[in-house]
């Protein structure tokens, strides 16, 4: 039962961190989009990053990956700072957009070739065939991705992702978009990252989402991490659930029952 | 320089050209118009125009290569727009790879792709007559040209492909172009032109090119005119090279 409670994290996983955040700050013109975001996430975890639509939850993600930069505070991954060793942090990163990024035009098998010598790796067709087999992609690899299921596409997104084996991972809205059963599979492919020993960072706006797959949740609203937990901590936040009587109104069945009187009731035995 | 700068450009040229062998329709069109404005000006226009020269084809063709030309380059900003747009842009970026290196393989690609229009066209004005006495120095120094103005026109295009908001935004840009060589040498002699049409029409880019081409081509004395055209071509090249990258890292920081 200890080991399933939770833990806040002591200074010294902040300092493992593979992911440090302080004090981050972005503006788009006069729109302040990140007012001091904090968050650290320890290697080899999940951590879901929840929020409405247009909370910053995509501006987080884009200065951590080196796409964007931010007005003030820091931010290191890898323990690599995203403004100063951005090379380095690339090195150690991968992002799989809101949008499945990858090209129509090539087959399922190019994308992962092209990303694959993209990384420099040694031997890029081979890279490729693993990673059809463990995506269930093999059929359809030799197939333009233009043809391909929203769902496909997304896992094909998330392989070309893992090529390299980066220590950390970025899923901005993995699932958005998805029919239900697209949207098991990839869980089902984030939660085999975590198992071998990847960080996790992912954004969504699903709140099922978040209580399936991640170890610690932070909500970031107007701006700010409002909140920072794990499922059990965050549900303590709110008073726990307790019996209440209301009064029932009667129905139209009720009153009808009433009515017609125990003539029925007793037919009903 | 990244260490890394050419094999990635060469990686990434690879993508862009497997795009345009499946998708071939994007040569042909580039090839139709110019080929079009070819047959008009050609069967329907050249009987009447009096150019001094004994083949309106041999005339014409100079001004219809850069035609072929400023219609391709709208194809670069088109395919960098769907970059931009995909995710894909954002997923390279996001990489360790040589930054810069996305951009020249767009541009690599504009090369070939224009290149390969550019013989489509000269074997259309071979079918319709065009003879020429050039050797293969004059060959080489026509395609020098050719070169020299499509890597200009192409960082020109870039800027679009890295800005617009929408697909027609990306290529517009190339229309102005295409109509340029009409104010120009490429059809008409400029001497019947009124004074201040013909004073546009000698001073800009497309005539100098024009004539230098041509000249090249009936293996008269290229003069003055081809140094004008080398330094038009170098100098919207160093410009719009500049202000791409300028855009480019705007876009990508």
Redesign the interface.
Known sequence: MLAAMSIPPTPDQVEQAVIHVHGLEKSFKQLKVLRGVDIDVARGTIFALLGSNGAGKTTVVKILSTLLKADAGTARVNGFDVAAQAADVRESISLTGQFAAVDEILTGRENLVLVARLRHLRNPGAVADDLLRRFSLTQAGTRRVATYSGGMRRRLDIAMSLIGNPPVIFLDEPTTGLDPEARIEVWQAVKELAKGGTTVLLTTQYLDEAEHLADRIAILHEGRIIVNGTLNELKQLLPPAEVEYVEKQPTLEDVFLTLVGARTDKEQR | MNK?FL??TA??LG?SL??IT??PDTIITTAIMPIAFMLLFVYVFGGAIETGSDSYVNYLLPGILLITIASGISYTAYRLFLDMQ???F????????ARSSVLWAHVLTSLVANLISLVVVVLVALLMGFRTGAGLLGWLAVAGILVLFTLALTWIAVIPGLTAKSVDGASAFSYPIIFLPFISSAFVPTDTMPGPVRAFAENQPVTSIVNAIRDLFTQQPVGTDIWTALAWCAGILVLAYLFANLTYRRK??
């Open positions: 890394h094999g990635d990686v990434l993508r497997r795009h499946r998708s995909g995710g894909i954002e997923r390279f970026q996001s990489m360790p790879i990508i920081s």
